[in-house]
């Protein structure tokens, strides 16, 4: 590797790290905005996802420059379109974040109702799995990477349960249905997110292995 190219490398890495940071923060506040029914939380939410918009184009451009000029190769090229998918995968987390935003502005306007499951929990663990799976991105770590893979299913298991928890409360307290349909797909908005997670996860394991381990837990 020419030192060009390594300085190149070193700093979409800087970049894709100040990136993840950002849409993890947007994660974590539109939770508390839902949590606390903050309007204005779930605002600043939405506006912020202008800002990622923009560095995931940044993101996409400067690979596409890399491998234009560089034309790198094993490691380097690995390395290279997995940041590109980890990048796609950070843009559409923070829509999901917009989601949630989204739903705590329109909570917030209506009679506060309690959320019949543990929010937080799930938030938690979705939150663990996006953290792992970044972090396991940059410190080049597969074990970490697996991990993040396994705790998918509980994830998929608890947005099941959800469902059937929302239909109960449905059913008890029907004059509060519009509230808990929204609370419902809040659920959904995480389970989504911890797909994506588990999709970096996923490339994160073939950027070091070169092993493609999608489909593979479900077989």
Do not use: F
Not at 18 to 32: I, R
Not at 61 to 72: D, N, R, S, T, Y
């Amino acid at each position: 590797m020419t030192i060009i190219l390594r300085r190149e490398i070193d700093g979409l890495k800087k970049m894709i790290c100040s990136l993840s940071a950002y849409v993890e923060e947007n994660v974590q506040m539109a939770a508390t905005a839902i949590d606390d029914r903050d309007a204005e939380l779930g605002k600043r939410v939405v506006k912020r996802d202008e800002e990622v918009d923009g560095r995931e184009i940044e993101v996409e451009e400067e690979c596409l420059k890399i491998l234009a000029l560089h034309q790198p190769v094993a490691n380097d090229l690995r390395y290279i379109v997995a940041t590109l998918k980890v990048n796609n995968d950070l843009e559409r987390i923070s829509d999901l974040a917009v989601n949630m935003a989204e739903v705590a502005i329109r909570l917030a306007d209506r009679d506060s109702i309690e959320i019949p499951y543990d929010l937080r929990a799930l938030v938690e663990t979705v939150r663990g799995m996006l953290t792992g799976s970044l972090d396991a991105l940059m410190g080049r770590d597969s074990e970490l990477a697996r991990r993040v893979l396994m705790a998918d299913d509980e994830v998929d298991e608890v947005n099941r349960e959800n469902y059937g928890v929302i239909r109960t409360a449905i059913r008890e307290h029907p004059q509060e249905m519009e509230q808990l349909i929204m609370i419902l797909r809040v659920s959904h908005y995480l389970e989504r997110i911890a797909d994506h997670a588990t999709n970096i996860a996923e490339d994160v394991i073939y950027m070091i292995n070169g092993e493609i381990v999608r489909h593979q837990k479900d077989e």
